[in-house]
């Protein structure tokens, strides 16, 4: 999964991201900008990171 989105990210910059819209997981509904659509799995990442260093700055 990671290894993709290295991918896609390489991509990217010659994209409109604010153009291209991503369909939601959650339905057809909720579409996404495709920059926020990487944000997304980003930040959740950068958060599990932060929990990792965190759990071993106790240990």
């Known amino acids: ?3 993709g989105l290295i991918r896609l990210l390489n991509r990217a910059p ?3 991201l604010n153009r291209m ?3 939601s997981t959650l339905g057809p509904l909720v ?3 495709a920059g ?3 944000r997304f799995p980003i930040a959740h990442q ?6 990792i260093e965190r759990l071993l700055a106790q240990h």
């Open 1 to 3: 999964m990671c290894e």
């Open 46 to 51: 950068k958060r599990h990171f932060t929990q």
């Open 31 to 33: 579409q996404l900008r």
């Open 14 to 16: 010659a994209t409109d």
């Open 36 to 38: 926020d659509a990487f």
């Open 21 to 23: 819209r991503i369909v």
